[in-house]
């Protein structure tokens, strides 16, 4: 299938255009490249990349119908996409705080873009629109009522970063009920690790995730960790979260567009999104995590204690039975040590 990946050009976007290629199917990228890299894309991947702002209707639109340069000459020239994954959003919650209004445009507002160009080309070609993946996120429940964390959990998120991706799954519940757009939409919690190749993986700047944050303190690019908080109501005081592997949340993205075309070929309507949480079920604390990098490593780190991070509740832990169940989703990469020793391997390419 010849599938449009928006923001592929980035850490989980790379690894599911990985997965979608290794699974027989035909993406092409497209990204701003504000956060992403287009050598990842050219030089690893090897897949068409289109450069250029989401909420851009002509551009979204040649794409749509194989007619965007960066598809000449490729086997999907000319030839209608098939399916969109959309990953292409900001994601720091701290600047979504300062300047909301950034946030609201890009992951709401050109998101809506996308979803009309969609509709616009089914119209034209009287057929039903083609499905689409979205990267929604833990972020959209809020401080949790329950650990773990179920689909069906209340969602008060409290920053504009999940509010404008809890927006857009209001949007694709809305679209799929009034023009039978199907979706599914996949909400992450800690995405981790990187491909065991090492040849893609996490690379931010500014670079706010734990793990890679570790890394760097073990290897010399940072001088120290700062552990936000160690008065949390946790056995030993530190945050804990629900690591999954990148690849494992990249496997989920293809099985999630294979139920939509089976439930399509069974023409069945698809009046609702799919809704699934993507985590391992189990929480480990920050200081689990800097326990295990060093084992994983055999390096050591200095770490100070800082006040807590705005924001940041004490535990989140997701309860993915429904993906287990519905989509057949298994993580392959389960342990922390894995997908540690997974990111140190990528690190130590990507810095040395
Ligand atoms: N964290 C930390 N030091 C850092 C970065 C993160 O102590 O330099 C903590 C953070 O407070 C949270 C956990 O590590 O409890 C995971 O944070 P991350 O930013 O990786 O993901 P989030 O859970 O915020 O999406």
């Not at 449009?4 to 027989?24: C, D, K, M, N």
């Not at 490729?74 to 720091?92: D, L, Q, S």
């Amino acid at each position: 299938m010849r599938i449009l990946v928006t923001g592929g050009a980035g850490y989980i976007g790379s690894h599911a255009v990985r997965a979608l290629t290794q699974a027989g199917h035909e993406p092409v990228v497209l990204d701003n490249l504000v956060y992403g890299h287009a050598e990842i894309v050219e030089q690893v991947l090897k897949v068409p990349l289109a450069s250029g702002q989401l909420g851009d209707r002509p551009m979204l639109d040649a794409l749509l119908r194989g007619q965007h340069p960066c598809l000449q000459g490729t086997n999907m020239e000319a030839k209608p996409i098939e399916a969109v994954i959309h990953f292409a959003a900001y994601a720091y919650v701290g600047e979504s705080v300062s300047d909301p209004a950034k946030y609201y445009r890009n992951n709401l507002g050109d998101t809506l873009t996308l979803l009309e160009v969609m509709l616009a080309m089914a119209k034209e070609q009287e057929k039903f629109p083609i499905p689409i993946v979205f990267s929604s996120t833990c972020a959209t429940y809020g401080p949790p009522k329950q650990i773990p964390m179920t689909e069906d959990h209340e969602q008060n998120p409290i920053n504009p970063y999940g509010q404008s991706k809890l927006m857009v799954e209001k949007l694709l519940i809305d679209f799929a009920s009034a023009y039978q757009l199907p979706s599914v939409i996949f909400r992450y919690f800690n995405a981790a690790g990187a491909d065991p190749s090492a040849d893609i993986g996490e690379d931010h700047d500014p670079e706010t995730h734990l793990i890679p944050r570790v890394l760097d303190a073990m290897s010399g690019r940072e001088p120290y960790l700062q552990i936000f908080g160690d008065d949390y109501p946790t056995p030993d005081g530190t945050c804990i979260r629900d690591y999954i592997h990148v690849s494992d949340l990249a496997d989920a993205h293809v099985l999630g567009l294979e139920r939509i075309w089976r439930l399509q070929e069974k023409e069945e309507i698809i009046s609702k999104p799919l809704i699934y949480n993507l985590g391992n079920g189990t929480g480990y604390s920050v200081q689990q995590v800097i326990e295990t990098a060093k084992k994983v490593t055999g390096r050591g780190l200095l770490a100070h204690v800082a006040k807590r991070r705005d924001g940041d509740p004490a535990q989140l832990v997701a309860s993915s039975i429904k993906a287990h169940q519905e989509l057949g989703w298994r993580p392959r990469y389960p342990d922390l040590e894995t997908i540690l020793a997974h990111a140190w391997a990528w690190h130590q390419k990507r810095h040395s």
